[in-house]
């Protein structure tokens, strides 16, 4: 058995201090009622460290517990004060109107819309507010603009002023989704600062010598250079995969994605790694001695972070690129996991919010892979005899993805198989690609005409690699759905790996199991009754109403796996796609691979915006629409009038009906269309009935439509509230007629149009009704056995 004390098994120990102190953190997000006894955490720590220190002194078995729990106090300890606010936070103006005072300290982010006018994003770190006075504020701001032109940018250092609205940083609210507002926490960025068609105020230009527009003004003249001679789109993602910041087109991204190769498109460990082997290559070609030649690779990284802009997810793939290379190195495999720990413990207990952070952990991860399990992997392929460049590929892609997998799966619910392939084949012509990028950065300050033949080559070797990109992704089973690991599972999976690689704790586990026989089989039977319970056990009806912002989006799982979405969702005046962003990982992360019924209350972009994407992605058996113009839908789809799936499109009718196993959907409406003023008008009011148990559907319906429905059987266990809780629907009459046990509203945090309105929450109060709403719950989930319910919501 491996003794760990009082300090053997120094790997072990720090790895356990780890996984505590990982502990103490995420269980202090999941409950922050601890904050109130800040004090006597404290106290506990100091107890505890005294008594870990005394224990250290006497050599006592206990020793390694408790550094265990210290570690564990002090996770819990670094997230209260890491995400502690103090009263003059800007975070505590939330949705006020104010007139801000701060100091720019970045260069700002650029997008183009289709319409030609620019996005600008700054970062401002905040000195005053002024409302009624002026007070001392802190924290940073996101800070929106828009401009039809590029002239006169506001320059980093200068102190500006700006009237807007104050709002707190928003992320749709489902599993799954890379939470934005921790991953701007980290950064110390709280909150967004819109100014609408006001100008910003230069109250104070700097002066002062700024490294970041300096690097900022070399990148740009470099991108500049590189459209004279390539199309603009392959200008900006080589661009993009060399310093990062660049919108990449759609498509390739996808395709990207889908072989498992997307971390290429911008500035990651791998990139450091690649630079670090490259120059090391060189110096031993050109015979540099080994000393000076590391000495010039962490001055020429250190130059590389900062002209990438030095932010925390560079710096961070720096430390974990300089690291990949060490552990490749070294001829000690354990220096390079000691190594690993240490560095992962010291920026964890730096930044405890980037154990939620999918870049650390996909670096960690992968990283962890290398370190662990290559060596071994190379070593067991090298018996096959296969030639060392392949064997090498083979161990490094296949080492990083195991170690990665749970994290892979939990984020995009799939494996590409693909991925061995594209790091065979187009991995290196992109690492080609990005030396040859770099080289010409370099030269293009001495030979330009050089630069410009290289760039010519860099453009034909990218073209290359997405032609080559975009035919593996057509393989079959190029990437397969796996659903998304439990906390259980992702626990089974790891202690697994851990007791694979380690040859002690497997004898010793043996042993145990060899002594405990009778015990292992009585656990193993019970673990097989259990699974075969789970399995033949009844499911619930689920029914998921996802977070989409402001907007309608509901999707039905019957006991027996059929799906229906009932709207998707979708932005007004915006160009983001919330069916490939937010419904399909929504969909996948349940499992849900094909949809039997698509069903749009109506063609406002809110609740079918996102349908065209899902159309494109996944199979889907039957479409409803509302007894509107066709055209609105093929224009919302994004469809042709002859497309076969618009052309078969069901309208529903008064009385339209079907069944999914015990369940009964029925449509309810007014078709008087000579009554229809508006396509709210003609919305889909859809209910469900499962046994006892029922749901309507009320799209956007208005009052005047609504008179419609109180002569027929409306009345409801569950009522999706119409129109987002807007004044002009849900009267008293219609919800008495109703008369829900629950009241869902799906709706948009700072909406403009002050949805849910205070009559309507009056008029529900007014009756035994409970509210549900999203932008304070995020996604609810309801399940049922047609008798009785329960619900859950994604924010508790």
């Known amino acids: 058995m491996i003794k760990i004390h009082y300090g053997q098994s120094p790997l072990l120990f720090i790895n356990f201090i780890i996984l505590f102190y990982s502990l103490g953190v995420y269980m202090t997000m999941k409950t922050p009622e601890i904050s109130k006894s800040y004090t006597h955490l404290f106290c506990l720590i100091i107890v505890n460290l005294i008594l870990a220190f005394y224990f250290t002194l006497r050599k006592h078995k206990l020793t390694f517990l408790l550094y265990l729990i210290l570690f564990f106090l002090l996770g819990v300890m670094r997230y209260l004060s890491f995400t502690f606010i103090t009263d003059d936070n800007i975070k505590n103006y939330d949705n006020q109107e104010v007139t801000l005072t701060g100091i720019i300290c970045q260069m700002p982010k650029i997008r183009q819309d289709s319409a030609g006018i620019y996005h600008l994003t700054y970062v401002v770190d905040t000195k005053s507010i002024k409302q009624k006075e002026e007070k001392t504020a802190t924290g940073k701001v996101y800070l929106y603009q828009k401009q039809k032109n590029l002239t006169n940018l506001v320059k980093i250092n200068d102190t500006i002023s700006a009237t807007g609205t104050i709002r707190l940083i928003q992320n749709y609210h489902n599993p799954n989704l890379v939470d934005r507002e921790l ?21 104070n230009t700097s002066d002062k010598f700024s490294l970041q527009e300096f690097c900022y003004q070399i990148e740009q003249s470099f991108l500049q250079s590189m459209y004279q001679v390539m199309p603009e789109n392959d200008a900006n993602m080589i661009f993009a995969m060399l310093f990062g910041g660049y919108n990449i087109e759609k498509d390739i991204l996808e395709a990207y994605s889908i072989t498992g190769i997307i971390h290429i498109l911008s500035v990651s460990g791998s990139h450091i790694s690649l630079i670090s082997l490259f120059l090391l290559s060189l110096g031993k070609f050109l015979h540099l001695p080994r000393f000076f030649n590391l000495i010039l690779l962490l001055i020429l990284i250190i130059f590389y972070t900062i002209l990438c802009g030095a932010s925390v997810p560079v710096v961070r793939a720096s430390i974990m690129g300089l690291l990949s290379i060490i552990a490749l190195h070294l001829e000690e495999k354990s220096t390079a996991q000691h190594l690993l720990s240490i560095i992962a413990l010291i920026l964890l207990l730096f930044d405890p919010l980037l154990l939620f952070n999918i870049s650390f952990q996909l670096s960690f991860a992968s990283t962890a892979g290398l370190v662990y399990l290559m060596p071994i992997l190379r070593s067991k392929l090298n018996k096959l005899k296969l030639p060392s460049l392949l064997t090498d590929n083979l161990a490094l892609t296949m080492s990083a993805q195991i170690f990665a997998f749970p994290i892979i799966v939990w984020y995009f619910t799939s494996l590409s198989l693909s991925s061995l392939l594209a790091n065979l084949i187009i991995i290196p ?12 950065f370099i030269l293009g300050f001495i030979f330009p005409f050089i630069t410009k033949i290289l760039f010519i080559f860099a453009s034909l070797i990218l073209n290359t690699s997405n032609e080559a990109t975009f035919l593996l992704t057509k393989i079959p089973f190029a990437s397969i759905y796996i659903p998304p690991l439990n906390f259980p599972a992702i626990l089974i999976y790891y202690s697994l790996i851990f007791i694979t690689l380690n040859i002690k704790i497997r004898k010793y586990l043996y042993l145990l199991l060899q002594k405990y026989k009778f015990i292992m089989y009585i656990c193993s039977i019970s673990l097989i009754i259990c699974s075969c319970y789970l399995m033949i056990k009844p499911s619930p009806l689920q029914i998921h109403f996802i977070d989409v912002g402001q907007g309608d989006a509901c999707l039905i799982i019957t006991p027996h796996q059929h799906s229906i979405l009932i709207d998707t969702g979708g932005s007004i005046n915006s160009d983001f796609d919330i069916g490939s962003y937010v419904d399909l990982p929504y969909l996948r992360h349940y499992g849900i691979n094909k949809l039997d019924y698509l069903v749009l209350s109506h063609a406002d972009a809110d609740h079918s915006g996102g349908a065209s994407s899902i159309l494109q992605k996944i199979p889907v058996n039957h479409l409803i629409i509302a007894d509107e113009d066709k055209d609105l839908y093929a224009k919302i789809l994004k469809l042709p009038l002859n497309n076969p799936l618009l052309a078969k ?53 208005p009052q005047t439509q609504e008179k419609y429905l109180l002569n027929k059987n409306i009345a409801s266990t569950i009522l999706k509230v119409a129109h987002h809780g807007s004044k002009t629907s849900s009267s008293q009459e219609f919800l008495e007629h109703v008369r829900p046990q629950l009241a869902i509203i799906s709706v948009g945090k700072y909406n403009s149009f002050g949805h849910p309105s205070k009559e309507v929450l009056d008029r529900l109060n007014n009756l035994p009704t409970k509210i549900l709403r999203t932008d304070e719950k995020g ?3 309801i399940y049922t056995d047609g008798y009785n319910f329960s619900f859950k919501t994604f924010l508790n």
Not at 429 to 440: D, F, N, P, T, Y
Request: proline share 0%.
């Open 649 to 701: 499109a069901i309208i529903a009718k008064e009385n339209t009906t079907f069944n999914l196993e015990d369940i009964h959907f029925q449509f309810l409406q007014n078709d008087e269309k000579e009554n229809l003023k508006s396509s709210n008008d003609s919305s889909n009011v859809l209910k469900l009935t499962y046994h006892n148990f029922s749901v309507l559907f009320t799209g956007d319906l």
């Open 429 to 440: 012509l992109l690492e080609i690609l990005i030396i040859l990028g770099l080289i010409a």
């Open 183 to 203: 991953s701007a926490q980290e950064e110390g960025i709280y909150a967004t600062f819109s100014i609408g068609k006001q100008n910003l105020k230069i109250l």
């Open 779 to 781: 996604a609810i989930i």
